[in-house]
Structure formats: structure tokens, C-alpha cells
């Protein structure tokens, strides 16, 4: 049977999930791997929508084996699409179906669905190419456990002040021209949660790295890092890394963290990896 899911369906939806994306051939980029994870995030984005407009689901026997779900902005009519996720090969043929219903009840017509696809995951793949999106860019998720993570102190490193917020705008816009949070939006979220560490000699800025812990859910994302390009292949890059996961690794709730680098991104892949950062799963994003 195929059926909108309803808020109901939270804690079985949020187990199947996990389930699949504990599983390289079913996993989905947008939306985590823990049950915790995924069950806050369904109640936290999916906000343009009721969720029963947002997420479609096929029971069998009582039991979730199939469902997809649209993250919708109705801005642009895009959506990052969570899914399709599948129980196994044999539920894929529920699929068109259940496409065909979700977008039938947005509002307005979804223009761009976004998908992020585990390139092991060839039913999601398949799918996506059905329905007619193409291929534009492979991501590399990376991983570290507070139990890998050594901890390093640096004496130029210490939260952003005001001497250097005009050096970290400056420095950040520069290097993020067309990014989600601009310098302003960072600093208007800044709290004891959300901090800006700044790598400075000499009275002068040199780099940053913003990162915000959520203790609730125990997760902690490296938003941004950054390092002026005279100052560049000095260190200065792995030092911040690393002081930035000292920091959230100072929550007994965050355990391990996660981040997304495009695979083109050497220089980036590299830090990452120096700082004890292991790739664990290759992602294709799909529109």
C-alpha cells in the first residue's frame, strides 16, 4: 500500500531510514545515518510543507519498504529529494508510482528536485535518470571519531573579537562569494554554540574556521574554514581543523562528525585527511 506518511509514522520511518543508509547500496546523502539524526532533522526541515504533503511511503505487511521524501523550497520550486530509499531491488517498481503521487501534492509544480545518491546505490541512480536528471558533481563524505581526533593547541588561535571581525568579513566574503551563510549571517548566529576561531600573528588575520555544535543531537559540522592565500601551505589550515573539533569534541554529546568535499577538492580532501578524517562513502549529486 502506498500512502502519504503523517507524523505518526516518525519513530518507524526514522528507523527505516537509518536502517537504509547504514547500507552503502540504499544510502542517501541528505538526511544522516543515526536514527536520532534523521528523526530531528524530519521534524526540523521538512517546514514549507506539512509533512503529510512531504513524504510518501509503501507499506507492506505493516512495515515501511519503501518512501521518499521532498525537503521543498517554494522560492524556486526545487527540493532536496530524501530517497528514494528501498527495502530491496524488488521495491523499486513501486517507485514511478509514488513519485507521481508526492508531487502531486505540492502546491506548486517542483521544477528542480536535487538528489544525493551513494554511487553503490544503483536503484536510487536509475531512478533519478528515469525521471530525467543528469549527473553534475561527486562528493566524498568524511568522517572522524572523537577517539581518532588528537587534541593540538596553537597560541595564534583564539575566538574572533572585535579587532578582527572586519578582517574575518573581509577574508570570509572573499573566499565564499556565493555561499549560503555570508559573514554577516555568521556573525549574527554566534553564540556560546556557534564560534569563529581566528588564526592571527602579528596583529594580522591569516585564517578562520567557523563550526557550530549541536549538543542536543550530538552533532558538530566544520561550516567553514578558510586561510588568506598569502598565507597559504603553512599549517595554518590543519591547525584551525584541528582546533575546531577540539572545540566540539568538548561536548560529551558529539561523538564522531561528518563533512561533504567535492572530489575535485585535493587541497581540501587532504586537510581533512591530515587531520584524521577518513572517506567513507562517495556521493553523485543528481538534477
Given at each position: 500500500?502506498?500512502?502519504?506518511?503523517?507524523?505518526?509514522?516518525?519513530?518507524?520511518?526514522?528507523?527505516?531510514?537509518?536502517?537504509?543508509?547504514?547500507?552503502?547500496?540504499?544510502?542517501?546523502?541528505?538526511?544522516?545515518?543515526?536514527?536520532?539524526?534523521?528523526?530531528?532533522?524530519?521534524?526540523?526541515?521538512?517546514?514549507?510543507?506539512?509533512?503529510?504533503?512531504?513524504?510518501?511511503?509503501?507499506?507492506?505487511?505493516?512495515?515501511?519498504?519503501?518512501?521518499?521524501?521532498?525537503?521543498?523550497?517554494?522560492?524556486?520550486?526545487?527540493?532536496?529529494?530524501?530517497?528514494?530509499?528501498?527495502?530491496?531491488?524488488?521495491?523499486?517498481?513501486?517507485?514511478?508510482?509514488?513519485?507521481?503521487?508526492?508531487?502531486?501534492?505540492?502546491?506548486?509544480?517542483?521544477?528542480?528536485?536535487?538528489?544525493?545518491?551513494?554511487?553503490?546505490?544503483?536503484?536510487?541512480?536509475?531512478?533519478?535518470?528515469?525521471?530525467?536528471?543528469?549527473?553534475?558533481?561527486?562528493?566524498?563524505?568524511?568522517?572522524?571519531?572523537?577517539?581518532?581526533?588528537?587534541?593540538?593547541?596553537?597560541?595564534?588561535?583564539?575566538?574572533?573579537?572585535?579587532?578582527?571581525?572586519?578582517?574575518?568579513?573581509?577574508?570570509?566574503?572573499?573566499?565564499?562569494?556565493?555561499?549560503?551563510?555570508?559573514?554577516?549571517?555568521?556573525?549574527?548566529?554566534?553564540?556560546?554554540?556557534?564560534?569563529?576561531?581566528?588564526?592571527?600573528?602579528?596583529?594580522?588575520?591569516?585564517?578562520?574556521?567557523?563550526?557550530?555544535?549541536?549538543?542536543?543531537n550530538g552533532e558538530g559540522t566544520i561550516e567553514y574554514i578558510a586561510v588568506d592565500v598569502r598565507f597559504r601551505k603553512q599549517g595554518i589550515g590543519r591547525k584551525l581543523l584541528l582546533h575546531g573539533l577540539d572545540f566540539l569534541f568538548t561536548y560529551d554529546s558529539i561523538a564522531e562528525i561528518s563533512l561533504t568535499v567535492q572530489r575535485n577538492e585535493s587541497?581540501?580532501?587532504?586537510?581533512?585527511?591530515?587531520?584524521?578524517?577518513?572517506?567513507?562513502?562517495?556521493?553523485?549529486?543528481?538534477?
Amino acid at each position: 500500500m502506498i500512502r502519504m506518511a503523517t507524523t505518526l509514522d516518525f519513530e518507524e520511518l526514522a528507523y527505516f531510514l537509518s536502517s537504509c543508509n547504514a547500507n552503502s547500496r540504499r544510502h542517501i546523502g541528505y538526511c544522516g545515518q543515526g536514527e536520532q539524526e534523521i528523526r530531528s532533522t524530519l521534524r526540523q526541515e521538512f517546514s514549507d510543507l506539512p509533512f503529510e504533503n512531504s513524504m510518501i511511503i509503501a507499506v507492506e505487511n505493516e512495515q515501511i519498504v519503501a518512501a521518499i521524501g521532498l525537503d521543498f523550497d517554494k522560492d524556486d520550486q526545487s527540493a532536496e529529494v530524501w530517497g528514494p530509499f528501498v527495502q530491496n531491488d524488488e521495491t523499486e517498481v513501486l517507485l514511478p508510482e509514488m513519485w507521481m503521487k508526492l508531487c502531486q501534492q505540492l502546491p506548486i509544480a517542483l521544477k528542480h528536485p536535487q538528489f544525493f545518491i551513494n554511487i553503490e546505490n544503483e536503484v536510487a541512480i536509475a531512478f533519478t535518470k528515469n525521471i530525467g536528471a543528469k549527473m553534475s558533481g561527486h562528493h566524498y563524505i568524511l568522517h572522524i571519531e572523537r577517539l581518532n581526533h588528537k587534541f593540538e593547541s596553537s597560541k595564534h588561535i583564539h575566538k574572533l573579537d572585535s579587532n578582527n571581525v572586519e578582517g574575518f568579513q573581509n577574508l570570509h566574503d572573499l573566499a565564499f562569494p556565493k555561499t549560503y551563510y555570508n559573514a554577516q549571517t555568521i556573525l549574527s548566529r554566534l553564540n556560546e554554540n556557534r564560534v569563529v576561531f581566528c588564526y592571527v600573528d602579528h596583529e594580522e588575520i591569516k585564517g578562520y574556521v567557523y563550526v557550530e555544535a549541536d549538543a542536543e543531537n550530538g552533532e558538530g559540522t566544520i561550516e567553514y574554514i578558510a586561510v588568506d592565500v598569502r598565507f597559504r601551505k603553512q599549517g595554518i589550515g590543519r591547525k584551525l581543523l584541528l582546533h575546531g573539533l577540539d572545540f566540539l569534541f568538548t561536548y560529551d554529546s558529539i561523538a564522531e562528525i561528518s563533512l561533504t568535499v567535492q572530489r575535485n577538492e585535493s587541497g581540501a580532501i587532504h586537510l581533512y585527511e591530515s587531520a584524521g578524517f577518513d572517506i567513507v562513502h562517495e556521493l553523485v549529486f543528481m538534477k
